[in-house]
């Protein structure tokens, strides 16, 4: 986090000072990696952006500095081609997997293989790591996905979730939840504490390419062999049976409610209608009575009728409370047999015969309303929305008739012989489906055609508009398939029946979907909200989630990149390779560059943003840690990844002092004068270096850990430092010594705060406490416990009160000293990573994870201003006045807000 913040304060001062990008006309090739004896397989960012990982099948991998382009190191050792890597979120574990069926696993830092690990029995195809790196899974080709330790030996755990090849897996940044996907479009969902399912998304038609979880941890993004990448919202709910009978069906029917379902096939040879309760499956009735196959069925509107057709040329009328003499009509006019039946409206009924003819009659007496004829073939379906009727005919045509004077409104060229079709609730869609095997939705007001799938050498049963007219649900072979209505982009399928599907319904929440099979076998599957992205005209390859999860890029087999936004389905830019094969890319998580592998062993590595160049500071590698001077001839410090500290000026962005550094630095500040910076280490040293002089003024080391948070006395001359080694330090600004440690918390130290006097110091961890120390003795005053992780504490300019956040999505608000809960704040959706006070001490001010920010009134708690910015939100600061807010976020932007006046 220290390193994407670091970053923030670049473009904050960005902001304030007026620099501005000089403009380009668009995307160009930032570098091209040569260096691969063999096709590249994978590529891979390191987490902090600054190298990138590479695996080939010459059997090696390699990392290159993503800025310049140098190969940093090679790690030889696999016994064949390279096939898998992943760099773990801390970048210190590479995982890698060879044709040989093997795995190793490499220490980074040091440039050498930790383990190999044997158990696949074919090639692996993804691997996925948990946020500290101690657990990854591995997926393959075998079928099977097996969750390894790292830190210890010992036998994996192996899940056997799919029946084909594994081809994607990833872990969810909460560690709770793993998801793998396979050749055959499924992905599978599995809680990590107890392997227990979690769901299945029938997610594409061809193998799933890549999978991610969006960093809210509420969202799966996954892409197709179908050219397609979609968005899924969690959590997943599973499809379940809820009836079955031993009689095979020719047809069958459900009412609008759900609650029953009847069915039409044959019992000791007589032609047999069955109406049953779908939630336990109990028989209502038996109908017998027609001579001929029944072809048709449909409820009415409260269910308590039920119309069938057959090809005995009748129509009847079914009272379904009545079991002596349930049959209340039969119609007989049609001179042929009976294709189709729907109930018009509450007294009139309609049926259409293959002698291409629609009557509508009435339910009371069977009197003929009228024909409607039009149609040059056979009648096979019939629809019906509040002022249509639809008719699909064996002439190749849809027709919509006025249902109130039969009247013809429109006739619509489906192109083949229209086997089904469906009407929308809202009268705005229509959906045919017909013998080229071909399923067309269009626009009912003027015939348009909006969208053609092709169902290939599959037959299509029935078809079903949801309510809320936003989806259209097909039964196809075994499956059930579904699509969106406003683009056509077909959004999930099941595939949960053994046997060839019949007919599809949805239930009034618009969701929920209960189909049955030629077997009577009935299941309820719920259809996940999700988003469906028109990617490519070919097969996605591979893909990369940046900013948070909020952008993709992918790459297809047709060379092209294209980068998308995920919350609106947006294409934002299309990189081209002119012709090279792509198989991987790869984006920083700053999303400054996206990179792609290409067979021939290049790499190519664009800006993915808008081509623009942001600034002309030219490093050898990429930085680290920023930190602005506070002068009029403002100055930048930044520490790069290749162990180097520098100095720019921001006025001529002329490089003014160069030193090299021992350990690659997380952050770094300008001292009190602006003579001399202090820095923090990944190693958990402080240091302190003059200004434009390449003598380190001291070296401040105890920490065991990376530092999180760092605090100066009012006076300048004490430093306060907190820690992931679960300690806070105090040390002499002067001489660098280390004046005590305060020990206590039982995790990580992420919060860090002084009073205004600077005599005492407040801290909150990863154990979910807040402990309260005097600074001159260290000893611990107060211990305050809270429920979660805090990430964050800030202490009122009173001395007393301090408020702490973090994983609870709760602001906490103490009286330090005697720990009383004064109050407690909710409405924050997410982690909470910062709360501060104004100058003042009248307002508060948190903000964190998913982007929100939420102005207090202060003590009374009322929220004044909400807004929600980009990104996640690591820090936020006042100006002097309170009248604004700066903050920074992960998604390389720093806003400045100009606060209401009633939130200042």
């Known amino acids: 986090m220290k390193i994407r913040f670091a970053h923030h304060l670049m473009v904050a001062a960005t902001l304030l000072t007026g620099t501005t990008a000089t403009a380009q006309p668009g995307p160009k090739l930032s570098q091209t990696l040569t260096g691969h004896l063999g096709p590249v397989t994978m590529a891979d960012f390191t987490p902090d ?33 390279v096939s898998a890597l992943a760099i773990s979120p801390n970048g210190r574990v590479l995982a890698s997997g060879a044709r040989d069926n093997t795995i190793k696993l490499w220490d980074v830092p040091q440039a050498k293989a930790l383990r190999s690990l044997a158990g696949h029995q074919a090639a692996v195809t993804s691997f996925a790591f948990n946020a500290e790196a101690t657990r990854f899974l591995s997926a393959s080709r075998d079928s099977t996905i097996r969750l390894w330790d790292t830190q210890k030996q010992g036998d994996p755990i192996v899940l056997k979730d799919h029946i084909t090849e594994v081809t994607a897996a990833a872990w969810r940044a909460d560690r709770n939840q793993i998801a793998t996907a396979d050749a055959a479009g499924f992905i599978r969902l599995r809680r990590t504490i107890d392997n227990a399912a979690e769901g299945t998304i029938g997610a594409h038609q061809g193998a799933v390419t890549a999978l991610f979880y969006h960093s809210n941890n509420r969202q799966i993004i996954s892409t197709g062999a179908d050219g397609l990448a979609k968005v899924w919202q969690l959590p997943i709910t599973e499809s379940r049976a809820v009836a079955s009978a031993e009689q095979p069906v020719d047809g069958a029917t459900i009412s609008t409610d759900g609650q029953l379902l009847a069915t039409a096939g044959s019992f000791n040879g007589r032609p047999t209608i069955v109406i049953q309760r779908i939630d336990d499956g109990s028989i209502v009735t038996s109908l017998l009575g027609h001579e001929a196959l029944v072809t048709s069925l449909a409820f009415n509107s409260n269910h308590s009728h039920l119309i069938s057709g057959s090809e005995d040329g009748t129509v009847r009328v079914w009272d379904i409370a009545d079991s002596k003499f349930p049959e209340l009509l039969k119609y007989t006019g049609h001179d042929s047999a009976v294709q189709a039946v729907q109930f018009a409206d509450t007294a009139t009924v309609l049926s259409a015969g293959t002698d291409g003819t629609i009557h509508q009659w009435k339910l009371a007496d069977g009197e003929l309303v009228r024909s409607i004829e039009g149609h040059a073939g056979q009648v096979s379906a019939l629809a019906v929305s509040a002022t249509v009727v639809a008719s699909a005919s064996a002439d190749g045509t849809v027709r919509l008739w006025n249902k109130s004077n039969g009247m013809a409104v429109r006739t619509i060229e489906h192109g083949s012989p229209v086997r089904h079709i469906a009407v929308s609730v809202d009268n705005t869609k229509v ?5 080229n095997r071909q399923l067309k939705l269009w626009q009912a007001a003027d015939g348009s055609l909006l969208k053609t799938v092709n169902t290939t050498e599959q037959d299509l049963t029935s078809l079903a508009f949801s309510p809320n007219s936003q989806q259209l649900a097909a039964t196809v072979a075994s499956d059930v398939r579904v699509w969106q209505t406003s683009d056509g982009g077909e959004l999930q399928f099941f595939r949960e029946h053994a046997m060839p599907t019949k007919t599809v319904s949805y239930l009034p929440d618009s969701k929920t979907l209960i189909s049955v099979d030629t077997g009577n076998s009935v299941r309820l599957s719920t259809v996940s909200a999700v988003r469906s992205i028109i990617a490519h005209e070919s097969s996605i390859v591979n893909a990369a989630v940046y900013q948070g999860g909020n952008a993709l890029a992918t790459v297809a087999g047709d060379g092209i990149v294209k980068q998308w936004t995920t919350s609106n389905g947006q294409m934002t830019r299309e990189f081209t390779t002119e012709g090279a094969m792509l198989q991987s890319i790869t984006a920083t998580i700053n999303s400054q560059y996206i990179a792609a592998g290409a067979m021939d062993g290049r790499i190519f590595v664009w800006n993915s943003g808008n081509g623009s160049l942001t600034a002309e500071f030219k490093t050898p590698a990429a930085a680290t840690a920023l930190s602005f001077s506070n002068e009029t001839a403002l100055k930048l410090a930044v520490a790069g990844a290749d162990q180097k500290l520098r100095f720019f000026a921001l006025s001529d962005q002329s490089l003014l002092q160069e030193i090299a550094v021992d350990s690659p630095i997380q952050q770094i500040a300008f001292l009190p004068g602006n003579t001399s910076v202090a820095a923090a280490h990944e190693s958990g040293v402080l240091a302190e270096w003059a200004y434009c002089s390449p003598v380190l003024t001291r070296n401040m080391t105890g920490h065991s850990g990376g530092i999180f948070n760092l605090a100066f006395t009012n006076d300048s001359t004490t430093l306060v430092s907190a820690s992931a080694d679960k300690t806070v330090r105090i040390w002499d600004a002067i001489t660098g010594r280390q004046i005590r440690t305060l020990s206590g918390h039982q995790g990580a130290v992420f919060g860090l705060a002084l009073s205004a006097d600077s005599l005492w110091i407040v801290s909150a961890g990863g154990d979910g406490t807040i402990r309260l120390w005097d600074r001159l003795s260290g000893r611990q005053l107060k211990q305050i416990n809270a429920t979660g992780a805090l990430y964050t ?54 903000c964190g994870y998913g982007g929100h920010l939420i102005v207090r009134e202060f003590p009374s708690g009322r929220q004044l201003y909400t807004t929600r910015a980009q990104g996640v939100l690591n820090s936020v600061a006042y100006s002097p006045d309170d009248s604004q807010i700066v903050v920074a976020s992960d998604d390389e932007i720093a806003q400045i807000l100009n606060l209401p006046t009633n939130a200042r």
């Open 431 to 435: 959906a045919s489906w017909g013998d």
């Open 49 to 81: 952006g600054w190298a990138i990982g590479t695996s080939s099948s010459d059997h090696s991998l390699k990392f290159w500095n993503a800025v310049t382009g140098d190969e940093l190191i090679t790690l030889n050792g696999n016994a064949a081609p």
């Open 793 to 846: 504490v800030a202490i009122h300019s009173d001395g007393k009160t301090v408020a702490a956040a973090g994983i609870d999505r709760k602001v906490f608000v103490y009286d330090v000293f005697d720990g009383t809960l004064k109050a407690t704040l909710e409405g924050h959706p997410d982690y909470i990573y910062r709360v501060t006070f104004n100058h003042r001490g009248d307002r508060l001010l948190s």
